[in-house]
T-cell receptor, first 111, second 113 residues
Framework: KAGVTQTPRYLIKTRGQQVTLSCSPI?????VSWYQQTPGQGLQFLFE???????NKGNFPGRFSGRQFSNSRSEMNVSTLELGDSALYLC??????????FGSGTRLTVV | AQSVSQHNHHVILSEAASLELGCNYS??????LFWYVQYPGQHLQLLLK??????LVKGIKGFEAEFIKSKFSFNLRKPSVQWSDTAEYFC???????????FGAGTRLFVKA
């Protein structure tokens, strides 16, 4: 079956702009989680969605937001980009709490 | 707050050596524990998981991990590593029934051929 698909794979944005990242989970998986991965901080939890509801949120500013659609696809949005937002953004889907299946990530560079 | 600590950031071994990567978690309640692996150029993938039952868990590619509740530990082991085990390994935990998984900082393993 198809894996977790994240688009786009790479993005270059300018400070102050906003960006939207997309994630399509494995078919049948209703839970989607987002992580930010950087060399210094490792994997930091952003938020988790299940059936269009955000069930948990990490310690990120309000500039980071997300949503989930009825088909379980999810998007995350970062507004007013800062240089420090440069990172690999990972999406992971889960079915019945059996651990994550990760996508390949979107590498965001803010210049 | 829930946290996961991995003891070694970098490990270098020769092929056929035994491997043990340390992991400690901080949550005092019932936890689910995981090890994930990221091979060079590939995405993170699940190596093994512990939810309940037998504290010795076997995963893919000959890896195993032992849950020791009294030590809040979940160390990863492999009796004999191969060059192809070169990767970054992440320990992770989540509260049982929770909706957030916390990852350790990762351990980069390099296996010399």
């Amino acid at each position: 079956k198809a894996g977790v698909t994240q688009t786009p794979r790479y993005l270059i944005k300018t400070r102050g702009q906003q960006v939207t990242l997309s994630c399509s989970p494995i078919s049948g998986h209703r839970s989607v989680s987002w992580y930010q991965q950087t060399p210094g901080q490792g994997l930091q939890f952003l938020f988790e969605y299940f059936s269009e509801t955000q069930r948990n949120k990490g310690n990120f500013p309000g500039r980071f937001s997300g949503r989930q659609f009825s088909n379980s696809r999810s998007e995350m949005n970062v507004s007013t980009l800062e240089l420090g937002d440069s990172a690999l953004y990972l999406c992971a889907s889960s079915g019945q709490g059996n651990g994550y299946t990760f996508g390949s990530g979107t590498r965001l560079t803010v210049v | 707050a829930q946290s996961v600590s991995q003891h070694n950031h970098h490990v270098i071994l020769s092929e056929a050596a035994s491997l043990e990567l340390g992991c400690n978690y901080s949550y005092g309640g019932t936890v689910n524990l995981f090890w994930y692996v990221q091979y060079p150029g590939q995405h993170l993938q699940l190596l093994l998981k512990y939810f309940s039952g037998d504290p010795l868990v076997k995963g893919i590619k000959g890896f195993e991990a032992e849950f020791i509740k009294s030590k809040f530990s979940f160390n990863l082991r492999k009796p004999s590593v191969q060059w192809s085990d070169t990767a970054e390994y992440f320990c992770a935990s989540s509260e049982a029934g929770g909706f957030k998984t916390i990852f350790g900082a990762g351990t980069r393993l390099f296996v010399k051929a």
